[in-house]
T-cell receptor, first 112, second 111 residues
Framework: GAVVSQHPSWVICKSGTSVKIECRSL??????MFWYRQFPKQSLMLMAT?????????EQGVEKDKFLINHASLTLSTLTVTSAHPEDSSFYIC????????FGPGTRLTVL | DAKTTQPTSMDCAEGRAANLPCNHS???????VYWYRQIHSQGPQYIIH???NNETNEMASLIITEDRKSSTLILPHATLRDTAVYYC????????????FGKGITLSVRP
């Protein structure tokens, strides 16, 4: 199957700072990638669809100005959490795939 | 996308087969049945998918009923490492297919 990586695997930041999370497709090109968020004891919730060379599509209720997505190449999408607050602490996961979606290992964000 | 219903949890003994059911009565003709699992604090892992025929790979078998309204994921010889949340998702296939996750079923494998 396809391999998707994420970096960093965990990050701790102070409230008000911005954090960038990278998602890479290692052995295939991905024109589309997806970003999910998962709070403790809950299921994954789709945040946005990242489209290479064009604007991301955000799910209802997700603030596009707070969660900036850049898909500048066919193997890399980045999610930047701007002005992070403690309520943004969560597990962020990306996925990509040609026919079947494969998921990255996730990034644990803790905002103090 | 069609919705799925799964039991909340189940357990099985190590070494025995684990049969995880899923109902998807509103599945469309072009939608596949996908199974993923998520081990604590990791990203979901793809297990298997199928359209209408039964499928088997090195991880599991997928049995889909003839009317496609339900399916069963079978882990033939469950191990402690199979303890996870298992998600049954119906979706079209392709790079642009975003997945909608339900609550899944928590499988606990006991020694």
């Amino acid at each position: 199957g396809a391999v998707v990586s994420q970096h960093p695997s965990w990050v701790i930041c102070k409230s008000g700072t911005s954090v960038k999370i990278e998602c890479r497709s290692l052995d295939f090109q991905a024109t589309t990638m997806f970003w999910y968020r998962q709070f403790p004891k809950q299921s994954l919730m789709l945040m946005a669809t990242s489209n290479e060379g064009s604007k991301a599509t955000y799910e209802q209720g997700v603030e596009k100005d707070k969660f900036l997505i850049n898909h500048a190449s066919l193997t890399l999408s980045t999610l930047t959490v701007t002005s992070a607050h403690p309520e943004d602490s969560s597990f962020y996961i990306c996925s990509a795939g040609r026919d079947t979606q494969y998921f990255g290992p996730g990034t644990r964000l803790t905002v103090l | 996308d069609a919705k799925t219903t799964q039991p909340t949890s189940m357990d099985c003994a190590e070494g025995r087969a684990a049969n995880l059911p899923c109902n998807h009565s509103t599945i469309s003709g072009n939608e596949y049945v996908y199974w993923y699992r998520q081990i604590h604090s990791q990203g979901p892992q793809y297990i298997i998918h199928g359209l209408k025929n039964n499928e088997t790979n090195e991880m599991a078998s997928l049995i889909i009923t003839e009317d496609r309204k339900s399916s069963t994921l079978i882990l033939p010889h469950a191990t402690l490492r199979d303890t996870a949340v298992y998600y049954c998702i119906v979706n079209t296939r392709g790079a642009n297919s975003k997945l909608t996750f339900g609550k899944g079923i928590t499988l606990s494998v006991r020694p």
